[in-house]
């Protein structure tokens, strides 16, 4: 920031209730939340993100590096400073040299207190997520990263996926209403301002969507009473294995609540090898729960492991489960995503597969197909 009047950077800047973006030239990135909160920092070709669990992450090829508590205090150290810098700057220089979006008083505000290092320290906002969630959020579907995730339950009700790493083992759990509260009091604690910046809320854990449907109805009451109707509703995973098969009048309820949209597993359309892996071998039931939730009035996502059965069963796993996604009532709201299995195929032959995969559900299927690297998952601040 010490640059000659005649090579003085030009500096580009939003800001918003939302929060702060500040660009100087190639040189400097910084966003904040309202509160002075840094969430992404980059210099020198170095970029760094904060997760919500108060990690400080740097992007890798194969996903994110969570940085050491010393490494983490060093960044926090860099953004400080380097707010302060810009705050000098933004005081001397000319009024053609700086391009605003938004407001000048809460962009001064966000860097001051940026700048001030009076801001919460990643280690402290580790203590408050701890307390405010009961067990971390693994996974979200890609298009609700930036949701607001609360937990009426955790854990998952089959738990015994071979392929999954994050909820085997973890018996499925309710809350009941005053641990839902408390939940719902230390989650508005943890994100304050930041909250602005959230507008959808999912429902954790691993398929919120199996409770019962009165204490559901009760939960999404909850949520809609301390954050209000959320710009792009309610969303969460349902494992349509375990509990009843709902009616659609029985989605209507909870779309009535303000739930508009599930994540399902499908994994494979194989009956045999969706045995296999942990799950029903029952396939219809997926569908008849798809075709449910779409007349109920609510917007459908469907996962599948490319790659699932090696290269022995590779085109039967990828007719079969064709086939069985051109059975649902799926149109251009809902998404099928495709999750390539590490370790299944070469990596080559898994693109090659994905590529399969993807032609051959533009012939069949209205819905919009992408991508889901679950290795490559953070949930940012």
Known sequence: MSDAPDSRPRILARADERGVVVEVEDRLYLRLDAAGRWIAFGEGGAMFRRAVDGRVLRPGAEGFETLSDAEADAVDGWVVRRAGEVVEALAAVPAGDLVLEGRADALHDALARAACGAVERPADTRRRYDAAYPEPVPILPPHRYRDLVVQPATGCPNHACAFCAFYRDRPFRVLDDEAFAAHLEAVRDLFREALAERDGIFLGSASALSIPDDVLVRRL????????????????????????????????????????????????????????????????????????????????????????????????????????????????????????????????????????????????SGARVGDYRIERFAWFA
Not at 227 to 233: K, M
């Open 221 to 364: 009451v909850a949520v809609r009473d301390a954050f209000g109707v959320p710009r792009r509703g309610v969303a969460s995973f349902h494992d349509p294995d375990r509990g009843r098969l709902r009616t659609p009048a029985d989605w209507a309820r909870l779309v009535a609540e303000g739930l508009v949209e599930a994540t399902l597993g499908l994994e494979t359309g194989l009956a045999d090898l969706r045995r296999e892996q942990g799950k029903s071998a029952d396939v219809d039931r997926v569908v008849s729960t798809a075709a449910g939730l779409k007349e109920g009035g609510m917007a459908v996502s469907v996962t599948v492991l490319v790659g699932l059965g090696g290269e022995e069963r590779a085109d039967a796993h990828r007719r079969a489960t064709v086939a069985t996604l051109a059975r649902m009532p799926l149109e251009r709201a809902d998404r099928i995503y495709l999750s390539p299995l590490a370790g299944a195929l070469p990596a080559e032959r898994l693109r090659e597969e994905v590529d399969r995969w993807r032609r051959a559900l533009a012939d069949c």
